[in-house]
């Protein structure tokens, strides 16, 4: 066993785990963060997609152990209190969620989209940056339209609060 | 009530929590004291079982039980059962091997359930079930379905000679061939319909509990119908009378039919909880998802379309090979017979339907409905005929279409299927207009031009849903009735309760059965719960599948409304000192015709819980009321959908250029869940005609167990869709509702194929239409159209 100590969602964790440990079965087995999902075992879905230092990341392919001081954030974590996180607005007003299993992980990999091609991203862009996301429900149609209306909703709060 | 009520495109009431990561799914439960669950599988499709050896396996670190076959039948569990007998055509019914849960002498596909170890924690069992010794006489697989049933074959079931569990026929032969003798033309395709793996999101997932001082059993499972798996749990499997069952399906991620059946391991883990004296839980991984969840499609199929010299339809006859796999799974018997051949007159009027089905074992594993089931096959083959016959007569694809649809109603087919309402030319008009076929050449030749293959297609599709008329299942050889149940618990303050025994896995139905009533009762969507997915809640139920359940679980959602609306005209009568047939009740109040006088329906329910105000020897006091609705026909939503592709002759690559979906659902309740359904649908079946494909090899070995090999629609390969309707109300149910669920998946495959086909001017490809399947066929294409 080792000693790991990181923040997830703001908050300071420590425990001791097995070193084999996947940061996603520590986050859903010693933190019950279970909004993180797996949804296959050769990290092609994305379901376990999380923020680990603000980049997105999939948890079935990190340690946990790897991840002493680091900042972990979750799907739990993406709203402040009460209000939702843009993009999570974003999913629900365009209907780009349907059994809502992949949801978590496309909506943490959709604010990294956001962060790193800009608040202009395009439909092709969009598209080929979800490669690493799987949804079955959805034919993806409502989900580029919800993370072309959260990228600009993320660019107009990032100026709210500017 | 108009802004939240029938046809309103409320935002789901469900997403909060889902965008939250609160949903609840299996996995997300853990039980006090729980134990986990691994199966040792096969890892050779068809082998003799010699011996088990479980000594080490049982000495290992943190392991409490481990249990084979053998262990299952001195409990006397029986086997997993096939819901739906089908008889030969010389009369015999159905030849059918044992299903035992966990493997009684044989193992039949890679991934057969062999034992099961059961330890403190996941990697105890994981480490254990590696230690289960299993000693196999291997025998030689059976794998190509085309020669399963020759002779010389090995046998993979006694009860089943020559692998065959059904020859299965449909329709009058004599008159088909007749037809056929006087054609002025027959199209003939060979047509293969591929083997996907259905891939819901969200893998397997159980765990079984065990109450001692109840001596009660609990399920938590990724079920489609958690009343059907513990029908079938109790009364054919014998875990447990009902009353001691409890079953329970919460949030589940995705289903598309693959989680509707009654899986080996979600019965060991409710039985292993009581032998172990502490709950099991097993969660699939994926690649055990590939290997033992159900299968979809896999047929192969001759067919062929007789015309007279006027391009008029004549006859259909179909010849089909349908792949069931190693077991028969629920209800894999139905899917290429009954949920088959009744589809094949399409949308077109065919005086003469004759259709033979053989169901085959092979050892690979079980296959039974996928998002469409059986639809999707016949609509394939009916679409490819109908495109292909108007080639080869050189019609324009869409006026041929057009000459032969059915256009008056209710319209008799040759082959079961009584269809009530439709308007395909309308379907058809609009989607032309939409996808502008008038500026398809030009679209074609400017492709040309760039050294691209342009071509279009068509699908003119029809399914059956809202399965079904109990009787009329019944007749066909279904185990069960397809009714649904609702029960509507009225709160004192006016707040609703909806039990339903439908099930929602994506479908949204919190937010549309709150929506039906809304429409019915007044009451505002927010103050209206929708109660499903536990036994212990829900009397009782058929759960969701066949895109059954708008028209069959929320048409008794209404029923049940209709009597709390009675119910309440009578404690609204007596409270307000009118007679009973003078009260009306319009937008949520209960008035006294000709009278000024007025209630509330929060009014109305508190006064009935209160019963101060009328004789409890003429009304009973409370405000609750259920229904059993059973429809008195199927429903037959339909469509026009056209594809527009390209292909980059260099590469084989496919590009979707415009996707034009026009689809008659009847009255729509939430017209964007209505088009989320339609675009996840067509995704599928552009997944199946492009991309998906189960390969197994000669050895039975699959080969495409992953996301690495088995190729997921992701993001970039699909386009956004030109989604429309043109609704005509379905006569056969309350609502007027058709269902959706399954359209898209039916629908794309042939026009995918039909626009393929289209730009390479040869048949001569199957699907799915991989780049480099499309390279190889634009080798074949004739000179002059390459050249181009």
Known sequence: ?162 | MTDQGIGASVKRKEDLRFITGKGQYVDDINRHGQTYAVFVRSPVAHATIKSIDTAAAMDAPGVVGVFTGADLAADKIGGLICGWMIHSKDGTPMKAGAHPALAVGKVRYVGDHVAVVIADTLDQAKDAAALVDVDYDVHDAVVDLGKSQAAGQPQIHDEAPNNTVYQWHLGDKDATDAAFAKAAHVTKLDIVNNRLIPNAMEPRAAIGDYDTGQEQFTLYTTSQNPHVARLVLSAFIGIAPEHKLRVIAPDVGGGFGSKIFIYAEETVCVWAAKKVGRPVKWTADRGEAFLADAHGRDHLTTAELALDAGGNVLALRAKTKANLGAYLSTFASSVPTYLYAPLLSGQYMIPAIYCEVDGVYTTTAPVDAYRGAGRPEATYVVERLIEVAARETGRDPAEFRRQNFIKSFPYQTPVIMAYDVGDYAACLDKALAMADYKGFGERKAASAKAGKLRGLGFSAYIEACGIAPSRAVGSLGAGVGLWESAEIRVNPVGTIEVLTGSHSHGQGHETTFAQVIASKLGVPIDQVSIVHGDTDKVQMGMGTYGSRSGAVGASAIVKAAEKIVIKGKRVAAACMEVPEDSVDFENGEFLGRGTNKKMTFGEVALQAYVAHKFDPELIEPGLKEGSFYDPKNFTFPSGVHIAEIEIDAETGKTRIDRWTAVDDFGILINPMIVEGQIHGGIAQGIGQALLEHTVYDENGQLVTGSYMDYAMPRADDLPSYNVAMSNTPCPSNPLGVKGCGEAGAIAAPAALMNAITNALGHEDITMPATPQAVWRAIQKMPRKMAAE
Do not use: W
């Not at chain 1, 739990?76 to 007003?93: C, I, N, S, V």
């Open chain 1, 1 to 162: 066993m080792i000693k790991i100590s990181l923040t997830a969602n703001g908050r300071k964790v420590t425990a001791d785990i097995d070193p084999r440990t996947l940061l996603v079965d520590f986050l859903r087995t010693n933190l019950r963060l279970t909004g993180t999902h797996v949804g296959c075992d050769t990290s092609q879905c994305g379901a376990c997609t999380v923020h680990l230092n603000g980049r997105s990341v999939k948890a079935c392919a990190v340690l946990a152990a790897s991840c002493d001081g680091a900042e972990v954030v979750t799907i739990e974590g993406l709203a402040k209190g009460d209000k939702l996180h843009p993009m999570q607005e974003a999913f629900r007003e365009h209907h780009a969620l349907q059994c809502g299993f992949c949801t978590p992980g496309m909506i943490m990999a959709a604010v990294d989209i956001v962060n790193r091609k800009g608040a202009g991203v395009d439909e092709k862009t969009i598209r080929e940056e979800l490669e690493g996301n799987i949804c079955r429900c959805t034919g993806y149609h409502n989900i580029v339209r919800a993370v072309e209306t959260g990228a600009a909703a993320m660019a107009g709060a990032k100026i709210a609060a500017e």
